[in-house]
């Protein structure tokens, strides 16, 4: 079959490898209906965390079961589904405790399984997955042409996004600010809306994705950074700042941004996966800001989202703005890292 392998800072191949295996009796194999390219896949990419050696790469998809292990006992042969950007069981502890992300037996896409086999990367035409029954969702039926985009954000970025605002506390009547105008950010506003915020405020340059957050319940926009961007965040919120803040981006910059915009006793609630330097603490003690969130348990979302999804209700494969054969894979993180599309969908 063929899948991607990234060999260095922008070299993504599109290859010939081994078709995967059942090993274990409680593995799947899926084909893949649709996958896509992460921000935070432009990070090996760009050359910020280095590649050592060629490996595969991709972690959300969406496909048919088309073979099970013995021991498999949720999902069947024929099933839609929807994968997490992680392997989990669902079952051990930390996975119960809502933090599946951290799952005593789980692991990541594009390498090797505890179980002794391999979790193949999502942008390919098949993945074997560990864990069929912690891991997939099943759709209750098979899915039409539109609504695979909104699926395959459930992969991640809508998962994200409201993992961002349920970390910053947002409920009936808050007031918000999302830092950040990609996928993630662009989901956050979607699940700051169903979470009945009053008022939600993108910080957003690109007058493209300007569009999509007004589109997904944004109130107002602020294209300021830094200071400046303080100011007109303080200025529209009583002079103090959100009730929320979601930060969705993962720079210190970001960050900083975010924690400045929080009003006093306000919260932010971070999943842009950090890349830049610390984050000073007296900035949030002095003004009684709290810090919350992490890598998304996205798993443990899925069932809450999936009917709004399919009902039409929410929207968030909206984000998903370029479609690209996986022949073109080394074309969809161009396009994604010289911002020429906000997130790219890649159809096997």
């Not at 970390?167 to 009936?172: R, Y």
């Not at 949030?284 to 899925?302: E, H, M, P, Q």
């Not at 809450?304 to 929410?314: D, F, K, Q, R």
């Not at 370029?322 to 890649?346: F, S, T």
Request: net charge negative; charged share 20%.
């Amino acid at each position: 079959m063929r899948a991607t392998v990234i060999y260095g800072e922008r070299d993504i191949r599109l290859e010939e490898v081994s078709d995967p295996i059942l090993s274990t009796g409680g593995d799947a194999i899926v084909r893949v209906v649709a996958a896509c390219v992460c921000g935070s896949d432009l990070w090996p990419y760009r050359g910020i965390h280095p590649t050592e050696e060629p490996k595969r790469i991709g972690h959300e998809f969406v496909g048919i079961v088309e073979e099970i292990g013995a021991d498999v006992s949720r999902v069947k042969v024929g099933d839609f589904v929807i994968a997490p950007f992680y392997d989990c069981d669902n079952t051990c502890i930390n996975c119960q405790n809502g933090t599946s992300t951290s799952c005593l037996n789980g692991g990541w896409w594009g390498s090797d399984d505890q179980l002794g086999g391999f979790a193949d990367g999502a942008q390919g035409e098949k993945v074997r997955v560990p864990h069929a029954d912690g891991s997939l969702v099943a759709t209750p039926t098979l899915p039409t042409d539109a609504q695979v985009p909104g699926l395959l954000a459930l992969a991640d970025v809508m998962g994200t996004g409201h993992h961002a605002a349920v970390s910053a506390g947002v409920t009936a009547g808050s007031t918000v600010v999302v830092v950040g105008d990609g996928a993630v950010g662009l989901c956050a506003i979607i699940a700051a809306k169903r979470l009945g915020a009053s008022r939600i405020v993108a910080m957003s340059r690109h007058p493209e994705r300007q569009i999509v957050a007004r589109e997904f319940g944004a109130t107002e926009i602020v294209e300021e950074r830094g200071e400046a961007g303080v100011a007109r965040i303080r200025e529209l919120f009583d002079g103090i700042g959100a009730d929320c803040v979601l930060e969705c981006v993962g720079t210190k910059e970001s960050m900083e941004q975010a924690i400045a915009s929080a009003r006093p006793g306000g919260m932010v609630g971070y999943v842009g996966v950090p890349t830049g330097g610390p984050i000073e603490v007296s900035p949030l003690f002095g003004r009684n800001v709290g810090l919350n969130g992490g890598v998304a348990s996205v798993r443990g979302y899925v069932e809450e989202l999936l009917p709004e999804v399919l009902s039409g209700a929410i929207n968030p494969g909206r984000v998903f703005d370029l479609q690209l054969p996986l022949a073109e894979v080394a074309e969809a993180y161009a396009a994604m890292d010289e911002r020429r599309a906000i997130k790219v969908m890649l159809l096997p």
